[in-house]
């Protein structure tokens, strides 16, 4: 079976770009919202006018704000023109508090769905990459039909059709014809039986 360190490699994964993009129920709508400009790069400050990070991306309905390393997905209608900038409507406690919940309901959910048989689609979700042949502490164990491959959990992540992993059919198909034809070098040094070692001479 294949491991996942050069698979990952070749297929440069931005898993960021693909979870945590359900947008915040806590931050209420703001009147007048649909007259803010919320630009990439904006600062956006908390109910209590502490900074909590620039926004990362706006697609027209959900903005990411880069909160201290963390994605916080909000709607376009919770941020407000305030004096001090763009604010939203709770604190930064209250928006690490919804994040964290936010992170363990979808890190619960993931295992529930993480069962052997379950299918595996690609990112965008139009076809079926695999399946879950098993779960360890190191990771999924997932079956193709060109083979088994162990990847991480945080590569896979739950959309409405099912579970999903963060590339598409084609990416992950062509990291597996990479792998299976040039394998790592450290994978392979990693498999090799330690070499042993010469018998002790006896002292004179």
Excluded: C
Excluded at 25 to 38: C, D, E, I, M, T
């Amino acid at each position: 079976m294949r491991k996942y360190a050069g698979l990952i490699t070749s297929l440069s994964l931005a898993l960021a770009a693909t979870t945590g993009t359900a947008a915040l129920a806590q931050a209420q709508a703001q009147p007048g919202a649909s007259a803010v400009k919320l630009d990439v790069g904006a600062k956006v400050y908390d109910s209590a006018g502490v900074e909590l990070g620039p926004i990362a991306s706006n697609d027209g309905s959900v903005v990411v704000v880069d909160f201290g390393g963390r994605k916080a997905a909000l709607p376009t209608n919770a941020f407000a023109q305030t004096d001090k900038g763009l604010a939203i409507t709770i604190t930064a406690a209250q928006l690490t508090a919804a994040l964290d919940k936010q992170a363990a309901d979808a890190a619960a959910a993931l295992a529930t769905a993480l069962v052997p048989g379950a299918e595996i689609r690609g990112v965008t979700g139009a076809s079926v990459v695999g399946k879950v042949k098993a779960t360890d502490a190191e990771g999924v164990i997932v079956t193709t039909d060109k083979g088994e491959v162990r990847l991480p959990r945080k590569a896979f992540f739950l959309t409405g059709k099912g579970l999903a992993m963060s590339f598409t059919a084609d990416q992950f198909a062509a990291a597996l014809a990479e792998t299976a034809t040039t394998p790592a070098a450290a994978d392979t040094a990693a498999d090799a039986a330690p070499a042993s070692e010469p018998a002790p001479t006896p002292a004179d």
